[in-house]
């Protein structure tokens, strides 16, 4: 893809949220008291708001990657991430908003009156966070790879630096405008391209992709790598040489015997039209990291279902307790503005996501030489450049490559704000709040270091695993402690410890790598399955175990939570909430 | 974004760590929010509740019987078929067809809780 269109494409992503934020606190600054007056924002650009924070570069590239490499089944990850929010909506959205709660250790200490089970929400919550975090980072490397050539590393640490001198210089106030405006960006940068590439795709007679057999390169393609491959070819294939190929220097035609080779960095390699590709050996040391895909690839063989079944709970449950979702709802003027919100959610989450399988099936007809080098999650990035090319491609390719910085900037700002507030109030007591700023550089740096070290491993679809760490801790804590009045401290204790803990621990062996295949590496990557009922069933028998200490506010808490409140005039809305807050001089 | 424009600022994350010893403060039962306080009769709120959980489980019975069923149902049809060759029907199915439903889903629960809060409140 053409360096100097995406630089520019991400340059102007960064200005324009500059300017958006500016034009945000310029508006924000009428008001005296910025937090409490966003708590009137209405429903619509809330919404807005709550998608822009969303959509991640999990769901900008990995989704469309997930699509090329595996097919229609990955299209489970965006219907889990959308469904997520219908559960929020008919469960929670409401009277979380009724509690007032703006964190969920907020919530926790308020409905259960006990620091015990605030302390552990509080650990969770940065858990949860910061496994949130590593992909997103690791996404920012990719693109920053592609477009300058520059380590993996780097794209992360830039994006870290970024996010952290913006909350840091407190422009993440204006955050509702800036996240708006980047769900329409994110819209955009999908929507135009797409246009564009069906029109090439049927200009090239409209060629079906298929799943079911090796996949051959549409057109004659040239693949360049950046560190060592071994390939596997079934069947002999003439191909040009710039590089090294099994340990000779080459500068020409060879033709590549059946069996496996290796590729040495720095090679070029020219496939004709109609080869099929060579894919990568899997499991050896040598091959190429293979972004969200490589624990599914592993367990999907043998274990389909389970792990459809395990996606499916994370996902439906554990949206409810992602610490940037449920910030944001805060800000809504009531609960019935919050259930407005999530509604619209549900459209526009629907909307963008309808888009992306789209790149995937394309990716899978004219970039299949990214299951070659393994980066899959490129293939929104360079369809543009493969299909139309010419100025035009290199265009579009930019406003791609904008959209998906916009995923990693409001993803990981909005993730940074949450799990910083929580260290600040919970974790680092010396600090106390009037250090929040400082915060952030732990709440960042901690991914941000780990996202270097494990670059090989197959941490890329730690969204999945949040969201299972999510689903099993705070998914219990928020249905029971809503819905259920004999819910107790020891027993929200208890389900917090054993559902979130041992996801936790599943999760953190997976990552480590501690187990590569069979059954044991299919119940570790997917553990909401048996995690989420642990959880549940924990809380529940705990709770009736001790039933004495039943929280004597549960009743008023009860009504507090699910009575509508008493309707408020909207010129009165700023000062008429609770004043919960404490003022700080920036 | 200078220092000069920066207003005044509040932080919302919490209540601040001081009063912790105390006990906790009746939060959003404020009088200035003119919220309900504790009820004498809590039998309102049991039936509200009672009638909001039916609508929520409503919802989601539904979730879980169109997509829920959804993988056991494709793994049905498709174990006959051959291998990976998905038909155009299933990327319909997966791609197209949950979102309208979960939206045509979202839409009727906030009619049926809204109206469940208006007879309890009477308005």
């Given at each position: 893809m053409n360096q100097t269109y995406g630089i520019a494409g991400v340059s102007a992503v960064v200005l324009a949220t500059v300017l958006v934020g500016a034009l945000g606190l310029r508006i924000s600054r009428t008001t005296s008291d910025f937090y409490v007056a966003s708590r009137s924002v209405p429903p619509r650009l809330n919404a807005f708001a709550v998608s822009g924070e969303y959509l991640s570069a999990a769901s900008f590239l990995g989704v469309a990657g997930l699509v090329l490499a595996q097919g229609a089944d990955m299209l489970w990850f965006p219907i889990g991430y959308t469904a997520g929010f219908l559960v929020l909506l008919a469960f929670v959205a409401a009277p979380l908003r009724r509690s007032g709660a703006y964190t969920l250790p907020d919530f926790a200490e308020a409905r259960l009156e006990s620091r015990a089970v605030r302390r552990i929400a509080s650990v969770l919550v940065v858990g949860v966070g910061w496994l949130y975090l590593l992909p997103q980072l690791r996404g920012a490397g990719l693109i920053l790879r592609l477009l300058t050539g520059a380590p993996g590393w780097f794209g992360g640490l830039v994006v870290a630096v970024v996010v952290t001198v913006a909350v840091a210089a407190g422009g993440m106030r204006s955050i509702t405008f800036v996240q708006a405006f980047q769900y329409w960006l994110k819209l955009t940068a999908l929507l135009v391209p797409a246009v564009f590439l069906l029109i090439a795709w049927r200009a090239d007679r409209a060629p079906a992709p298929a799943w079911d057999e090796r996949p051959v390169f549409q057109r004659s393609t040239r693949v360049a790598t950046d560190r060592p491959l071994t390939l596997t070819v079934h069947a002999p294939v003439r191909v040009t040489v710039t590089g090294t190929v099994d340990g000779r220097p080459l500068d020409g035609p060879l033709t590549l015997g059946a069996g496996t080779h290796r590729v040495g960095p720095g090679t070029t390699l020219g496939f004709p039209r109609g080869a099929p590709v060579p894919l990568p050996d899997g499991g050896g040391p040598g091959t190429a990291p293979t972004g969200w895909a490589q624990p599914l690839s592993a367990g999907r063989e043998q274990h389909g279902l389970y792990a459809t079944y395990g996606l499916i709970l994370a996902t439906f449950l554990g949206t409810m307790g992602l610490p940037h979702v449920v910030v944001r709802f805060y800000t809504n003027p009531d609960g019935g503005a919050a259930r407005r919100t999530t509604v619209v959610v549900l459209g526009l989450l629907g909307a963008f996501y309808l888009l992306v399988p789209l790149y995937g099936v394309l990716g899978r007809l004219y970039a299949p030489d990214l299951l070659l080098t393994g980066d899959t999650d490129a293939a929104v990035l360079v369809l543009p450049q493969r299909l139309i090319g010419g100025p035009g491609g290199d265009l579009l390719g930019a406003l791609v490559a904008g959209g998906a910085c916009a995923a990693f900037l409001s993803t990981v700002s909005g993730l940074t704000m949450s799990v910083a507030g929580v260290l600040a109030q919970d974790v680092l007591p010396t600090l106390g709040i009037r250090h929040f700023r400082l915060a952030t550089l732990p709440a960042i740096a901690v991914p941000t270091a780990a996202s270097t070290v494990v670059t090989?491993?197959?941490?890329?679809?730690a969204v999945g695993l949040a969201f299972a760490v999510s689903a099993s801790s705070f998914c219990p804590l928020l249905l029971l402690g809503i819905w259920?009045?004999?819910?107790?401290p020891p027993g929200a204790v208890a389900g917090l410890l054993l559902g979130g803990g041992s996801a936790l621990t599943a999760v953190t062996v997976t990552i480590a790598g501690g187990a590569t295949s069979g059954p044991l590496h299919t119940l570790l990557a997917w553990p909401a399955v048996w995690s989420v009922p642990a959880g549940f069933a924990a809380m529940v028998l705990i709770s009736l175990a001790t039933r004495h200490r039943v929280p004597a506010s549960a009743a008023a808490t009860m009504a507090r939570l699910h009575l509508p409140e008493p309707p408020r005039g909207p010129a009165t809305a700023p000062g008429a909430g609770p004043k919960r807050s404490r003022e700080r001089r920036p | 974004m200078g220092a000069e424009s920066v207003p005044r600022r509040e932080v919302?994350?919490?209540?601040?760590?001081?009063?912790?010893?105390?006990?906790?403060?009746?939060r959003a039962v404020s009088p200035s929010g003119g919220r309900p306080a504790?009820?004498?009769?809590d039998t309102p709120v049991r039936f509200l509740m009672r009638r909001q959980l039916r609508a929520a489980l409503t919802a989601t019975v539904l979730l879980a019987l169109s997509l829920g069923l959804l993988p056991v149902l494709l793994r049905v049809l498709t174990a006959g078929g051959a291998g990976h060759d998905v038909p155009l029907a299933v990327w319909l199915l997966l791609g197209v067809a949950p979102y309208p439903l979960l939206l045509c889903t979202g839409a009727w629960y906030v009619r049926r809780a809204e109206r469940n809060e208006g007879d309890v409140t009477g308005r």
């Open positions: 090989d491993l197959p941490v890329a679809d259920w009045r004999g819910l107790t | 919302v994350t919490g209540r601040p760590r001081t009063d912790r010893a105390g006990p906790p403060p009746a504790v009820p004498d009769d």
